[in-house]
């Protein structure tokens, strides 16, 4: 079946600079922005520039230089954000919903970055 992209997804008008975000890192493929609706004192998403709709997508079919520019961009938002555990920070969950189950809102792979309170459970009981 593969994947479709939808170009006028929000993330997608972000990075064409249609609409503003609160920008904390940009990297030659990478994009990391506060979240508009933050469920905790630290969220920032981290996108791909590439038009990949989930990690899978993006796994599977973006190039070697994307992979390395995001997962790096991954821990350079960490660093930058202060939440490094083994750097005295408080510790941080990374978040990627994917698809129905997932329950994934934007159909552009982002990364969330939740920290800054205890966090609970991984996922709440079905
Ligand atoms: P999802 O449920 O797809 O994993 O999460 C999408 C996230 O994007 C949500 O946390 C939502 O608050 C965030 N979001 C949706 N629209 C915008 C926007 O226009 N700007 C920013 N910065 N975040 C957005």
Partial sequence: MGYEYDDQNIFAKILRGEIPCDKVLETEH?????????????????????AYVTHDHFALEASDAEIAD???????????????????????????NSGDDGVQEVPHLHVHIMSGRMLGRMVSPG
Avoid at 70 to 96: D, H, M, N, W
């Fill in 70 to 96: 995001f997962t790096r961009a991954l821990g350079q938002v960490c660093k930058l954000l202060g939440v490094q555990p083994g750097e005295g920070g408080s510790g941080y969950r990374l978040i990627s």
């Fill in 30 to 50: 990478s994009l990391a922005f506060r979240d508009i609706r933050p469920q905790a004192p630290v969220h920032v998403l981290v996108i791909p520039k590439g």
